[in-house]
């Protein structure tokens, strides 16, 4: 039997543009010429105090170095380790498949190329742009910033070149609620605003006649987050919108608890006019940790013409980049954090509708479920996503730091706080019956301690309670200050 | 719990103290506010020359469990900055009302207004 399809791009293989009409090759490894990187010397690009003749590396061999790795790994504790309720931050488990997909060669294509031999990177990005437009009812979508924060940073941005283009820059304010994500204010202060604190009510949600109080023709948006950080469903958020609306001002949905709306409810539909998606937070793409990540931003029809460029659409013959009208221009290289993309891609494609609202439905039920299992007081409620216990008279940082000895991740601990000593609970749709049970366990265990086992906790951990205050006064920023 | 407040000096419900030497005004925090606190990491204060407004924000104070603003009790040009702070956060902690003083200040009013010991004792309480 013979196989007589072309052959296809494998591993490395070379990576080829067209340069006019001649197709250039990108030369191998193998091809280039060790001489025509040069340092030290007369001639060489770098001064002298900065190259040296020998290097002393550790000299060690594969058994030693696996078991390094091993050891290492056996001392971290991960989302493939156990629980990992750590609220607000939605640690989810990033199925391997999702690798899979972004290890494929074609997946990773330099995108420094004509349109014309990007068809398939481009298809993806529209119809991932369109999956995410649908998903929180928004017009248009950007898929460039890198990060959440970014997102956020970028969809301020573009309602700030919304309102100078419409005469209106001399509004000067964002209004922010006291439960709100400290990247809210960052941004709003960022992006050259005076960010406008209010406080929330008695039951947890927005105070409409705080809101009513703040806004002013003087508003440029309000960032909100819908569920709240309490995991709250903000009830009255068609009336927030009429008062943001009422003053000309924009409501600004902050993506980050958009795990608990899947397929459910969607932003647009409530009023906000501009948003930004955390992919690791409502999807599943690796999390954290400095490395990439991708925060698209949503707008409605009106501030379209504003967002970053480029942007991808669909033309008769075929996809296309294309610079909206009034764009704020680039925010980062290419077209973003282009593999997280492809996995936040892969993730809602193989998903569906029906499973993204499964998703949802489970983070939802999983929250619920874990606060009625645990004995702390938990107030408010029913939960979206997450909930906000507290340790009462224990010390919310010492009841997670003896969560640890019993094996588990502990939640966020002393945030918001508008709940004293809060352990803010995330458990997401991943866990199973069984392991929320023993994550309940573990809370009870820790419950009925007495502070002095608090206070000496973790003992059962590779690495025990960090002298936090002497890291930050004296930081080792360095192997070298180790040694003394 | 009792907290250390001495009568030589004037306070502010935002747990400044504040104390006249010599013509200028030097500013700190309460021992009651390094504790709420905690272990203290790190200052940030204004450059020398400053202009501050009375009940503006002047610098950042910041502590394992919590960053906080600083405020201005009175309005005035910064006369002096205490450095050490820089290097040595912990005194805000040890010494709050010596070693761990903040500012100084070449006021532009009286410190008449602002609370005195026995009315912050109160607040605290």
Partial sequence: MTDDREPTMTGYDQARWIDGDEPRYEPLLSEKDETTVEVGGDDGPLPDDLTRDDLTLPELSEPELARHYTRLSQMNYGIESGPYPLGSCTMKYNPKFTEDVAALPGAAVHPDRPDGTLQGTLELMAHLQDYLARIGGMDEVSLQPPAGAAGEFVG??????????????????????????????????????????????????????????????????????????????????????????????????????????????????????????????????????????????????????????????????????????????????????????????????????????????????????????????????????????????????????????????????????????????????????????????????VREEDDETLAAAPDRTTARRIDQTEAARNPRLSWHDLAD | MSFNIPDDRRYLESHEWTEERDGTVRVGITDFAQDELGDVVFVELPDIGDDLDAEAAFGVVESIKAVSDLYAPIGGEVTAINETLFDAPELVNDDPYGEGWMIELDADGSLDDLLTPEEYEEQIE
């Fill in chain 1, 156 to 445: 301020i941005l573009v309602a700030k070149a919304y309102h100078e283009h419409n005469d209106e820059g001399h509004r000067s304010e964002v209004i922010v609620p006291d439960s709100a994500h400290g990247t809210n204010f960052a941004t709003a202060a960022l992006a050259g605003y005076d960010v406008i604190e209010v406080p929330s009510a008695e039951d947890g949600r927005v105070d409409l006649d705080a809101l009513e109080a703040a806004a002013s023709e003087d508003t440029a948006a309000f960032m909100l987050t819908n569920p709240n950080t309490l995991g709250l469903f903000e009830r009255n958020i068609e009336a927030v919108a009429e008062i943001v609306h009422g003053v000309g001002g924009l409501l600004y949905y902050d993506g980050a608890n958009l795990n608990a709306l899947l397929g459910r409810a969607r932003p647009g539909d409530m009023g906000f006019d501009v948003m930004h998606y955390n992919v690791h937070k409502t999807f599943a793409t690796p999390h954290g940790g400095g490395g990439p990540g991708a925060g698209p931003v949503g707008v409605v029809e009106k501030l379209a013409p504003f967002l970053p460029a480029p942007r991808v659409r669909e033309r008769d013959d075929g996809f296309e980049r294309f610079d909206p009208e009034y764009t704020i221009g680039k925010v980062h290289g290419f077209e973003g954090n282009w593999l997280v993309l492809v996995k936040a891609f892969a993730y809602i494609a193989r998903l569906g509708d029906d499973g993204l609202r499964d998703a949802s439905a489970k983070a939802v039920l999983n929250a619920n479920y874990l606060a009625e299992r645990i004995g702390y007081e938990v107030p408010h409620g029913p939960f979206h996503h997450e909930f906000v216990a507290s340790a009462g008279d224990q010390d919310a940082a010492d009841v997670a730091k003896r969560m640890l000895d019993y094996g588990v991740h502990p939640p966020t601990t002393k945030w918001p706080d508008i709940v004293s000593e809060a352990l803010m609970t995330e458990p997401t749709e991943i866990e199973s019956r069984d392991s929320l049970d023993d994550l309940a366990a573990a809370f009870e265990a």
